[in-house]
Structure formats: structure tokens, C-alpha cells
């Protein structure tokens, strides 16, 4: 099992926010991952920096870490400039990068632009043309394309990525269309887990759906023979019921990670610390738990 790490992009680059980076690396965290929004829920009105360039000054200032997000939608990103960063970083890290992508929801991010929210539907919808066409920009170098939401005319993306044919996918999914995408485009998949329970269900439950979850990705890549082992399975914590928050001790860790990896679970992510917000947690216990967690785990 990975453990992997999220830092928000909430502090200076100058003030904090490198050390944050170089820390993680430090405690030897598999990959460090940043939400890709324009603002997120109780910090909207705090400082919010941008995924994209956050991410290239952390592929700058670090050499072994691995980056990405979880996860970018687009709410308000297009294939065709996205595609575009993605290649540049992954040529700054040296082919370090992982794009988590999903369909988005409400939020911020949803109206920013001017638009009205879109339905869950709509948004389901929109994923299913983006990544197709954001796969094709990536590995051709020259993409048309028209399409009910996005558009693409003689887009060149040359070299293309450091990474062959490109940088991994890790596709967030909990409904049938976005299995079918994580199976077909995924090199990984990504969940919270069931946020229908976050608030009023029990541990038990949460691991129930997530096994649920497991069986319905298995499905969806046994309808195209694909082998469901050939994609990482990755939890981002922080979204299940309580105690399903392993920050809270090393054991607690350890007895967390430990359920979910029996589930099928090949990586677990944590948030760094951020004092006074809901990822509050004593730093020193994440540090020790970087450190320690899996290989106890694993012993």
C-alpha cells in the first residue's frame, strides 16, 4: 500500500507553502496532491492559490515526489488548455505527474464563470466528452475534434508527455458512467467513499459501500476484459463517518489503512494539517504517521 498526502494551495509559496512541499517529500509521501478549484467550501473566503502553477513550483523545488490533483473537472477547465498545462508539467517534474479528474460538482467552481450549475446529469455528460478528447490530446499530435461541449481544431500538443503514451488518469467515480471511464481511460480510481453517509452513517456502513464500490469497478472493467488489478485503487480520507479519521493517532492510522487495504485499497491519501479548519490534526502525529504508518502496516 502507497500513502500519499493533499496540500491545499491555501498558503504563500514564499511563507510556507515551499516547505510544505519539500516536507512531504522528506517524509517520503508516495505522491502530494492539490485540490484543482478556484475556491473550496469553508475556505472560499481565505487565500486559494492555482493547482497548475502551485503544482509547477512544487515540481521545481522537489526531485522524487510524485504530484497531482484530486481532482480537476470541468467545471471550469477545457481539454484543450488543460492538455496543455499537463504536458508542461510533466516536463518541469520529469515525469512526475498525476491528473486526478472527475465530474466536479457544486460549489464555487460551478458558477464561477458565469454559468448556471449544471445537473448532476449535465455534468456526467461533460466528462464523458472531455476525457475521451483530453486521452486524444495527449497522445496525438494533432487532435479535431468537434463535439456537443468542447472543440478542438489541429490542437498540437508536440512533444506530447514525458510519460508514454501519457501521464496517468486516476478517474473519480461513484455512478455506473464514471466506472465505465475509469475502466476504459483510468490508470487509477478515486474515492471519498459514499458521501450519501458522510454525515449520518457508521464505519461499517462506509466500508460496505465502498466494497460496493470495488464490485461495481470490477464490473465495469470485466465488460471491456480489462483486469481490475491493473488499476490502483486510491482513498482520499477525510469524507468517511467518524472514527474514520486516521489522523487521529498512529493507531488509528494503521487500523484505518489497515481495513481498507483487506477492501482493495492500493493507496490512501491524507491531508496535511491546516490549523483552525476541518483538516486541523497535531502535525507531529501526521509525521509520525508518514514515517511509520505503512511500514507497520505492512510488518
Avoid at 508536440?158 to 473519480?172: D, H, K
Avoid at 483487506?262 to 483538516?279: C, M, N, R, W, Y
Wanted: charged share 25%.
Amino acid at each position: 500500500m502507497r500513502l500519499s498526502t493533499v496540500i491545499l494551495p491555501v498558503r504563500r509559496w514564499h511563507e510556507g507553502g515551499r516547505d510544505e512541499w519539500l516536507r512531504a517529500e522528506q517524509l517520503g509521501f508516495h505522491t502530494a496532491y492539490t485540490y484543482d478549484h478556484l475556491s473550496w467550501r469553508t475556505f472560499r473566503d481565505d487565500p486559494w492559490y492555482g493547482a497548475v502553477p502551485a503544482l509547477t513550483a512544487a515540481a521545481s523545488a522537489t526531485e522524487r515526489l510524485r504530484l497531482g490533483t484530486l481532482v480537476t473537472s470541468p467545471n471550469f477547465r477545457h481539454p484543450v488548455t488543460l492538455a496543455k498545462d499537463l504536458i508542461s508539467l510533466d516536463d518541469i517534474s520529469g515525469g512526475r505527474i498525476t491528473l486526478g479528474i472527475g465530474a466536479g460538482g457544486m460549489g464555487f467552481d460551478a458558477t464561477a464563470l458565469g454559468q448556471e450549475a449544471w445537473t448532476p446529469r449535465e455534468r456526467a455528460d461533460r466528462l464523458g466528452e472531455f476525457l475521451p478528447l483530453l486521452d486524444r490530446l495527449l497522445t496525438e499530435e494533432s487532435v479535431t475534434y468537434e463535439g456537443a461541449y468542447y472543440s478542438a481544431v489541429e490542437a498540437r500538443n508536440i512533444p506530447g508527455c514525458v510519460q508514454r503514451p501519457r501521464l496517468p488518469f486516476a478517474v473519480a467515480a461513484t455512478g455506473p458512467r464514471g466506472f465505465k471511464l475509469a475502466a476504459q481511460y483510468g490508470q487509477a480510481w478515486v474515492t471519498t467513499g459514499d458521501p450519501k453517509i458522510f454525515e449520518t452513517g457508521t464505519p461499517e456502513q462506509s466500508v460496505e459501500a465502498m466494497r460496493g464500490q470495488l464490485d461495481k469497478l470490477g464490473k465495469a472493467c470485466a465488460d471491456i476484459a480489462r483486469d481490475t488489478a491493473e488499476l490502483d485503487k486510491i482513498l482520499l480520507t477525510g469524507f468517511t463517518p467518524q472514527p474514520g479519521r486516521p489522523l487521529e493517532s498512529l493507531d488509528a492510522f494503521v487500523d484505518f489503512a489497515g481495513t481498507h487495504f483487506e477492501l482493495g485499497f492500493t493507496e490512501i491519501v491524507i491531508h496535511a494539517p491546516i490549523p483552525d479548519s476541518e483538516f486541523a490534526a497535531d502535525q507531529a502525529v501526521f509525521e509520525r504517521i508518514a514515517v511509520e504508518g505503512i511500514a507497520q502496516l505492512s510488518g
